[in-house]
């Protein structure tokens, strides 16, 4: 078994290799077709002058280009057809175009942006390829890096929480991870430029992500299965965290481009910082980063909550070369993390995390040939993490090697199909030892092929795709008692139509069948668990999850509105969870992983509106109802976990009211949090009280031809409420943080 999957894995690596053979071959030549150009300039609405390193975007083709110092763009080789450009920067306005390209012409069309609060994003995530969050089949959301500096958080889920469907768990600030839709653990992945970050987040609720966020250019959520792209354990949803160099481009800028960013805060003594550089010059491209971020003790109404603190250092560089047919670059990144756990009783935790990534990324691109385009991606991650006692003394070491790799091919558009495949896996050493090595050390395998294709007719477009994915656990010694290798074959697929409605506006409906793999802790975690709360015990004989769902949505975007509602709806059979048996071993409630039918259903409403040219009203509202759909029974005791239970850790009911004031580069948003309470709980859940949280935001924005300049100031819990979060493992104990300012300074120059 085990020869078989290093077979599989050397000959996706043989495909990486051979794939990539275009890059080291000197003086290539492709055919090219009769096709024209699309060029102009973006300036500044005031003034006139050229705007530097803006992003155009052509939606149709997924293609985009950054303007040069005289705020000049060009794309070309574009095919005949009518396009609609968008072009983006940081804390200014965004603009579309629509542009026909004909007879192998030239097309000009200019752009003059200015200082707004909304402008239109681009995602990369949901399909693979860049496309505007309107035109994109899935729902998502994205969180720019001016927003990620005004929002300076601990750690990735109290980032995140307040986006549309998306809550935090969390065993205090520093191991918070984002719960979507509520799916959390194994069933939300967790990308860093498109590729697993090697972390154990999903493991445990003790356990946090080492991702900085004020080094990125923007955190994306895609809300759903996206288990096409991204495999078996995005069953729930994806966030990819995408830096600045984590993209492809047609050419690097010539000269210096980066970012300085600082923070700092009360209620938890906030403070940290992070820098980027980004050089280029000819056909490379240089750059490296910094950064770092600690907080104290949080002090809540009830008082300051003991061993709360976080602290977090991060750094990396690489370098890239670019030429018009193919492309490589190598990237190195360190992350060193030390937070606390809030101690239920007198035992206190601290965690310490220590990650290494290596990575390397090839292949060619604009390509006169079915296939424009190949991208292949080798990554190596190194994840050491220790939980330490109050003396520093390691009780239990986790460690966690994965080396992933990924490689798509983009299809030309023929006619109105356009599409991509390929094929991803990874191999994963997992060894723990100490007081909390409750799962053996265990090999893991994974393979998988998938395509996703698109076509576009007058009226509608229809995507659709499938994933083959195979999945093998080997464990590396005989524990007691005994335990068995498996491996699991499963196929997920999708379709989806979106419909333009009227100008601006869509209507989009996807199905999804999904396909879960059980994860290692599932199958093989045997002992007490405090991280969860739980003394596990896991079952080696557990079957793959099948999920079933549609979403829907209408969407509209214009001048003044921009709004959304999405629904859905999924069934799944052989749904995974933590059964509580009645039994106390070791002062912590046993629990069983079990598996029943479950479902959930919920929406997501957003209504952003232009009341005036410098008032906008901003509001919103998310809901998740999940519950299991059939009866399932302890294997040991007996212990009936009913039909009709409500599944742990479902969000509540939560909506937000405010608005946007501005005044040149001012901005200034008061905002009202309304959270529900949590009457529908879990066999080993508290009720959870609603409450309101009143906060004030507020930022400058200096835009000029070399760099923006925003200055941020945030009120938040204005009226130092006392409420905790249900998703919270220690809500009882630790609730949310109390009344606090934080400020915020980001100058991104170009």
Known sequence: MLNMRIRKHCIAVAFVVFGMLPVFIPGRTWAQTNSGTIQGVVTFQQGGQPLHNAKVFIVQLGRSVESDEAGMYRFERVPD?????????????????????????????????????????????????????LDSFQSTSVVGSIQLVEDSKASL???????????????????????????????????????????????????????ASLNLDRLEVVKGPATLLYGSNAIGGVVNAITSHGEVHEHPHPGFTGYLSGTGGTANSLGGGSAGLQYGAGNWLFWADVGGQ????????????????????????????YMPNNFFNLDFKYEDSVYGIPPAGEEVVHLALRKYDGRFTGGFQNLDSFVQGFRATLNFTNYHHEELSEENVANTTFDNKVFSYRGVFDQRMTGPLTGSFGFSGFHRNYDTSGEE????????????????????????????????????????????????????TGFSGAAGINVPLWQGGAFVANYTHSYRTPALEELYNNGPHPGNATFEIGDSNLTRERADGIDVAVRHQSARVRAEANFFYYHMDDFIFLAPTGNIEDDLTEAEYLQAGSRFWGSELNFDAGL????????????????????????????????????????????????????KGLSIRPETVMVGSQDRAFITETRTPGYTVFNLNSSYTVAGQHAVHVFSVSAFNLGNRLYRNHLSFIKDIAPEIGRGVRFGYTVRFM
């Open 294 to 321: 600690r907080t104290g003790n949080y002090h809540t109404p009830i008082g300051e909550i003991l061993n709360s603190q976080t602290q977090l250092i991060n750094g990396g560089g690489g370098l890239g070369r």
């Open 81 to 133: 057809g009518t396009y609609d450009l968008v072009v983006t920067s940081p804390a200014l306005s965004s603009d579309r175009q629509t542009v026909q390209v004909s007879g192998g012409g030239s097309v000009t069309a200019d752009f003059q942006m200015r200082i707004a609060s909304r402008s239109e994003q681009i995602t990369v995530t949901a399909s693979g390829r860049e496309e505007t969050l």
């Open 612 to 663: 005036h040219e410098n008032i906008w009203l901003l509001s919103g509202l998310d809901y998740v109802n999940a519950e299991l759909t059939s009866a399932v029974a302890s294997r040991t005791t007996g212990f009936i976990t009913p039909s009709g239970t409500p599944l742990p850790r479902i969000p509540p009911l939560r909506g937000h009211i405010g608005l946007d004031v501005r005044y």
């Open 157 to 211: 889920g109290e980032v995140l929480d307040g986006q549309p469907g998306v809550a935090k768990r969390s065993s205090g600030p520093g191991s918070s991870r984002p719960v979507i839709r509520g799916f959390d653990g194994d069933r939300v992945a967790i990308m860093k430029d498109g590729m697993p970050t090697g972390a154990l987040s999903s493991q445990s609720g003790d356990h946090g992500e080492t991702i």
């Open 437 to 488: 090595a409750i799962a053996p050390p265990t090999n893991v395998g994974n393979i998988a092929f998938f395509t996703l294709q698109e076509i576009g007719f007058e009226h509608f477009r229809l995507q659709f795709g499938g994933r083959l994915d195979h999945t093998a656990y080997s464990l590396q010694v005989d524990p007691s008692p005994p335990l068995r290798d498996r491996a699991f």
